[in-house]
């Protein structure tokens, strides 16, 4: 009998201990998932399936971490795998529901994932997928009821519960949510505040006064987390608190102002736009070759009138991210705000040579070629847009319906 000093057993080793250490992968990237943590979950499963592409169950947790994180192109890459593998299995049918879901065709991505529940149903992962298509859906009562499917199969189970929670909100039923979100916060500390989360429930639900006194609660038990911070003052704003709001401000500058990579994209998301451009300064000072950074500050520029530093930005971005089409989209409507229409028809047809469906790019060298007597060239760029987004619809239709696979199988 070999074993592991001889060339058989060696292999045979080799074996076991690779399929223990997928294993244990597979593990820690489901505990990521369902911690809410789908970043690290889908770098973990990536690795999982360069070292062993054939792990259906891993395939589709991949794309369903890719549809939270807006990845389109990973969906599609990992669902031509899982097809090329076994395209009757239940993972398979839960990644291809995936795709469908990111196409918006819910009624295709419910089916999918029901036929997978019916081959395999104890399978969490799929229950899980299941509502997020009624999440997308706006599917309320049917999102209830698969998420507590999902929490009778795992009681502790953290993204069902804030899942259920955001269900129960949108229902209006906010003592239920907390409930939820309070059982979830005690199995995992990491996530979000429970008066945090059930004050952005209040807050887009446009209930101020709710969400102000919630927020306060999630400052008052988390002060370290600036999310909280930034609601409340904006709820304060909203309810005429000017006074509050001054002094709440400053309470802000003084525990997180030093810090502009983390106090920045607040002052964006909450429209503070003299703050956001100190800060986004500041950060480009620390982080000269951020290209995104770049970007905001070119966009903070812009939205202070101030051209020319948004354009010497967005080319230092430009020069960092030679391939990167949005760039070269924002210079050309830079340069035409600025009323350089050469330059911005010539950075123009630079983003549409890197991406042809960059719309954006189309209507900003039409304007500029106007501007410089070129109807006729204004006019072709307006055709071919249309063609192109004409064959980008057809193309949608085709993914939207599944015909793209029927003609892929029939080449």
């Known amino acids: 009998m070999a074993d592991e000093s001889t060339p058989g057993g060696t292999f045979h080793g080799r074996a076991i201990r690779d399929r223990r250490a997928a294993a244990e992968l597979l593990r820690r990237a489901r505990l990521k998932f369902h911690r809410e943590d789908e970043d690290v979950a889908f770098d973990l499963l990536q690795g999982l399936l360069a070292k062993d592409p054939r792990n259906l169950r891993a395939a589709y947790l991949t794309a369903l971490c890719a549809h939270l994180l807006t990845n389109g192109d990973a969906i599609d890459d990992v669902c031509a795998r899982a097809l090329r593998v076994d395209r009757r299995h239940p993972y398979t049918k839960a990644c291809e529901a995936v795709r469908y879901l990111y196409l918006a065709n819910f009624s295709r991505a419910e089916d999918l994932f029901l036929q997978a529940i019916q081959q395999m149903p104890d399978e969490l992962d799929l229950y899980l997928g299941l509502g997020v298509v009624y999440e997308y859906s706006d599917d309320i009562g049917k999102g209830i009821d698969i998420y507590q499917k999902a929490i009778d199969l795992d009681p502790d189970n953290v993204r069902a519960r804030v899942a259920l929670g955001g269900m129960y909100a949108m229902e209006g039923e906010y003592a239920k949510a907390m409930a939820q979100y309070q059982r979830a916060k005690a199995v995992e500390p990491l996530i979000e505040n429970p008066h945090q989360k059930l004050g952005r429930d209040y807050y887009f639900g446009g209930m101020m006064g709710e969400a102000a006194s919630e927020f306060g609660l999630a400052v008052a038990e988390e002060p370290e987390e600036p999310a909280a911070w930034f609601y409340l003052l904006d709820c304060i704003r909203r309810l005429g ?30 429209q503070m736009k ?40 967005a080319e230092r971005a430009a020069a960092l991210a030679p391939s990167d089409a949005q760039v070269f989209t924002l210079l050309g409507q830079l340069y035409l705000k600025l009323g350089d229409n050469r330059l911005s028809v010539e950075r123009c047809r630079r983003a549409i040579r890197l991406d042809r469906n960059a719309q954006a790019a189309y209507v900003t060298m039409a304007d500029a070629l106007l501007y410089l007597g070129r109807q006729e060239d204004s006019h072709a760029a307006i055709v071919e847009m249309e063609r192109v987004r004409e064959q980008a619809w057809r193309q949608y239709q085709a993914k939207f319906s599944g015909q793209d696979q029927l003609d892929a199988e029939r080449q």
Do not use: M
């Not at 608190?241 to 909450?270: K, N, T, V």
């Open 241 to 270: 608190r000017c006074d509050d709001a001054i002094d709440l401000y400053q309470d802000i500058r003084a525990r997180f102002g030093d810090d502009p990579e983390l106090i920045s994209g607040y002052y964006e998301h909450f």
């Open 274 to 313: 003299k703050e956001a451009l100190a800060a986004l300064e500041r950060l480009v000072e620390q982080k000269p070759n951020d290209v995104r950074a770049l970007v905001r500050l070119s966009n903070a520029y812009t939205d202070s009138d101030r051209v020319p530093e948004a354009i010497d930005a």
